[in-house]
């Protein structure tokens, strides 16, 4: 229970096989929506909206409940198998491969969200097919700053839906290199503008175990990332990363964020990340306490001095 916030996230709710120099997992809980969760749960109220198939067990979705997110709209579809991703990294675990990518249930997927879920201040169009990030955004006529995700498959087989998306949000939270191919420039600070010219006024470029840059009207800022001695699985360090930024914002009702605040929130949504990675999928993620969080949220300040008012 966090009070009268609450966030809505869409995005792909999943099984994940991945491979990686530590180790390899079959069929994980995973997924856009679910990573986002699973780390805007420590924040706010968040309800997730996503079709599963019948392959999809409860004690997958008592995960997500157990954390205290509102599974109401997750959809069953009788018959239907759940979204699947495989992929690898290599030993720089910047370099992700997508081996398979199974749209399952997602393939036509109608959301119907309720009331609470249109009513949220806060929505994440979480990486999956802009036409669908799209429908959900149409629905919530609730929404007081809205932010959406995406990945390179969408730039390459969706681009003007996507861009028709990024149109309908205030943030987009992107990698770096998927915001130059998107804009087609090179440099990270042009580029940033140019996604700012289709109508976001925040842009948060990811730059995996670089950290995090800010864009906002007329400023920059950058944050490194909390490094690790033991990195096992980045898969959802992005989604991560948004739910710590995004929930940390909605939890203090910061809905037109100032620089402060979203300095702060950059901060939070690096240090789930950080966590996130430790080890494979969600495992790290499920047994953490909000008091580690404190603690490494503190710690990445006084490395950092990134706000040095405090
Ligand atoms: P990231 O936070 O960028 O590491 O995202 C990892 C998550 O994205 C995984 O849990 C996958 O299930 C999910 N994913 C991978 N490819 C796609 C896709 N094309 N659409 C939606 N979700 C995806």
Not at 285 to 298: K, S
Request: glycine content about 10%; aromatic content about 8%; proline content about 3%.
């Amino acid at each position: 229970m966090h009070g009268l916030m609450s966030l809505t996230a869409v995005g792909s709710i999943a099984f994940d096989s991945v491979r990686t120099p530590f180790g390899e997992r079959e069929r994980m809980l995973g997924g856009s929506a679910v990573h986002f969760a699973l780390a805007a749960s420590f924040f706010t109220d968040v309800h997730v909206v996503g079709p599963v198939g019948d392959d999809f067990g409860e004690d997958q979705v008592e995960v997500l409940a157990s954390r205290g997110v509102d599974v109401g709209d997750i959809e069953r579809v009788a018959g239907g198998r759940t979204f699947l991703w495989r992929g690898h990294y290599e030993a720089d675990l910047n370099v992700a491969h997508t081996d398979d990518t199974q749209l399952g249930v997602f393939a036509d997927f109608e959301p119907k969200l309720s009331e609470p879920s249109r009513n949220a201040e806060v929505l994440f169009l979480g990486n999956i097919q802009p036409d669908l990030q799209r429908r959900v955004r149409s629905q919530c006529e609730g929404t007081r700053l809205a932010a959406l995700d995406s990945m390179n498959l969408w730039i390459e087989t969706t681009r003007e839906a996507l861009v028709a998306a990024i149109a309908e949000v205030d943030c987009v939270i992107l990698n770096d290199a998927e915001i130059r191919m998107l804009t087609e420039e090179p440099n990270l600070a042009r580029a940033a503008r140019t996604l700012m010219d289709l109508g976001p006024r925040i842009v948060v470029a990811k730059r995996g175990e670089y950290g995090a840059a800010l864009f906002t009207g007329d400023t920059i800022f950058a944050l490194p990332g909390f490094l690790l001695e033991d990195v096992r699985d980045p898969t959802g360090a992005g989604d991560s990363f948004a739910g710590g930024f995004l929930g940390y914002l909605d939890g203090c009702g910061a809905f037109e964020p100032d620089e402060v605040t979203l300095h702060r929130a950059i901060a939070y949504g690096t240090v789930l990340a950080s966590f996130n990675v430790e080890e494979f999928g969600t495992e790290r993620i499920q047994r953490l306490d909000a008091e580690e969080v404190t603690q490494r949220y503190a710690e990445l300040r006084s490395l950092t001095h990134f706000d040095a008012s405090q």
